[in-house]
C-alpha cells in the first residue's frame, strides 16, 4: 500500500529547525502548512512577512500561515513538535485545538529529558520522535541557513496501532516528498541514543569553549573532556540494554568535523541568553546515571558549567 502523505500540518516551534521544515513543506505545495509561535508579534510578522531560506550562494522565500491560536488552525493531520525541551510543558497545552485521535504529534526534540513529560501527557492522539542531524541556524525571525542536509529517523516508542503506523509513514513519505531523507526506524530510542551521545559530547563544550564544532578538536583539555563525557554516557545506555551503534566517542569526533563551522544550538542558546538544553541532555544522563549507581562525575562537571553560565543572564 502506498503511504498517503498528511495534507494539513502544523509546525509548532519557529526556531532554526521548525524554519527549516516548514520551508520544505511548503516547497512541495500542496499541502496546507501552518506555523503555530507562541510569540503573537512574531506569528504576525511570519504571516505578513514569509520564511526565507538562505544557502551560501543563494535564498528561498516562502509565503508561510503563521498564528498563536492554535484555534485559528483547528484539527491537523500531523504536527511537528519543534520547540526546544525547556518549552515543551508551557506548550503542549497550547497544541489541543490541533490534535484528534487521527493526529500523527512528532516530536523532535534533542536529548532524552522530554520522553517522560511526553510519555506521561495522556494526548489525545499518537505520539511519535524524531531524531535528526539536519542543520539549521536561525538567523532572525523567519529566517533560517541550511546548516548541511542529514538522516531524519521516525519511530513510535513502544507498540502503536496500524492507523498510526501508516500516518508516521505517511509523515516519512511527505519529509522524502519535501527533499529530506526520512525513514521509520523500529528502534527509534537507540537512535535517541546515539544522537544524544554526539550531543552529549559537542553541545555543553560549545558553549563552555564558546567556539564552533570543529575548534573542540584542536583543544586538548576539551576533547579529552568529550571523550570522557560521551564514555560516561555510552556506559548509561549500555546498563540500561539500549542498543546503540559502535563506537560512540569516534562518531562524536566525525560529527565534529562534519559539522565543523556550524554553532551548536547549545552555543546558539547561550548566546542568544536563552534556556539550553543541558537539562535534557548531560542533566539527563546524570539522572540516569544517579538511577543505576553509575557515577558520571564529567557530565555533571558539563552540566554545573553550563548552568553558571545561564545564572549570568538568566538568574531565575
Ligand atoms: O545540537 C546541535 O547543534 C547539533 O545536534 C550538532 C550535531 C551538535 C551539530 O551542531
Redesign the pocket.
Known amino acids: 500500500m502506498r503511504d498517503t502523505p498528511p495534507k494539513r500540518v502544523a509546525i509548532v516551534g519557529p526556531g532554526a529547525l521548525g524554519c527549516l521544515l516548514a520551508t520544505a513543506l511548503c516547497r512541495i505545495g500542496g499541502e496546507e502548512i501552518w506555523v503555530l509561535d507562541h510569540d503573537s508579534r512574531r506569528a504576525a510578522l511570519l504571516q505578513h512577512s514569509g520564511l526565507t531560506l538562505e544557502y551560501a550562494d543563494r535564498c528561498e522565500h516562502f509565503p508561510i500561515q503563521a498564528t498563536a491560536d492554535a484555534r485559528l488552525i483547528g484539527p491537523v493531520d500531523l504536527v511537528l513538535l519543534c520547540v526546544k525541551s525547556p518549552a515543551l510543558r508551557r506548550t503542549l497545552p497550547s497544541l489541543l485545538p490541533l490534535l484528534t485521535e487521527k493526529t500523527l504529534l512528532l516530536a523532535w526534540q534533542?536529548g532524552i529529558g522530554h520522553l517522560p513529560f511526553l510519555l506521561g501527557a495522556q494526548l489525545p492522539c499518537a505520539l511519535a520522535l524524531a531524531v535528526t542531524?539536519l542543520?539549521a541556524h536561525l538567523l532572525g525571525p523567519g529566517r533560517v541557513r541550511f546548516?548541511g542536509a542529514g538522516a531524519t529517523t521516525l519511530g513510535f516508542l513502544g507498540e502503536a496501532p496500524r492507523e498510526a503506523r501508516q500516518a508516521l509513514d505517511g509523515a516519512a513519505e511527505l519529509l522524502r516528498l519535501a527533499g529530506l531523507e526520512a525513514r521509520v526506524d523500529k528502534d527509534i530510542l537507540a537512535q535517541i541514543w546515539n544522537?544524544l551521545l554526539?550531543?552529549v559530547g559537542?553541545?555543553a563544550l560549545?558553549a563552555i569553549y564558546h567556539c564552533e564544532?570543529g575548534e573542540l578538536l584542536r583543544k586538548p583539555e576539551a576533547l579529552g573532556l568529550m571523550r570522557a563525557a560521551v564514555q560516561e554516557a555510552a556506559g548509561v545506555a549500555q546498563a540500561k540494554g539500549i542498543a546503540i551503534a559502535p563506537d560512540p566517542v569516534a562518531r562524536t569526533i566525525a560529527?565534529?568535523r562534519a559539522?565543523a563551522s556550524?554553532?551548536?544550538?547549545?552555543?546558539?542558546d547561550v548566546r542568544q541568553k536563552r534556556q539550553t538544553?543541558i537539562e535534557a541532555i548531560n542533566g539527563a544522563v546524570l539522572e540516569e546515571a544517579g538511577r543505576l549507581g553509575i557515577p558520571a562525575p564529567v557530565n555533571a562537571e558539563l552540566v554545573d558549567a553550563v548552568k553558571s553560565l545561564e545564572k549570568t543572564y538568566f538568574p531565575g
Open positions: 534533542n542531524s542543520g546548516g544522537k554526539v550531543n559537542i553541545n560549545t564544532n560529527v565534529c559539522t556550524n554553532i551548536s544550538s547549545m552555543l546558539q538544553e
